[in-house]
């Protein structure tokens, strides 16, 4: 059986690279691929902790369906977001959405 310390290391892994992806890109795509990144992280802590706690009951899996579903929910929103954006201003670059201002 693989420790859950090593899931956890590829969970603080995974979430890093969504973190840094999230601060370090100027494409609106690229940022949403990021937080899909932070949020399988936290599936797979669900899911590891689920797994070494208490397999018996299965609120685990419950909760990484949940948050996979808010996923699912953010990239369809996100991308229609984009999408409309992009049809506007002809750009995803995240420092030139100034829409909201006034």
């Known amino acids: 059986m693989i420790p859950l310390s090593w899931y956890l290391i590829v969970s603080a892994c995974l979430f890093c690279i969504g973190l840094y992806g999230v601060m370090a890109r100027r494409n609106a795509v690229a940022m949403l691929m990021a937080v899909e990144l932070t949020l399988n992280a ?10 070494y ?35 506007q201003r002809d750009s995803v ?4 959405l100034d829409i909201l201002k006034y």
Request: aromatic fraction near 10%; proline fraction near 4%.
């Open 53 to 87: 706690n208490n397999p018996g009951e299965p609120i685990g899996v419950a909760w990484a369906i949940f948050v996979l579903t808010v996923a699912a929910a953010e990239a369809a929103v996100g991308l229609a977001l984009i999408i409309s954006i992009y049809r």
């Open 93 to 96: 670059v995240a420092e030139e």
């Open 42 to 51: 936290v599936n797979i802590n669900l899911i590891a902790f689920w797994r």
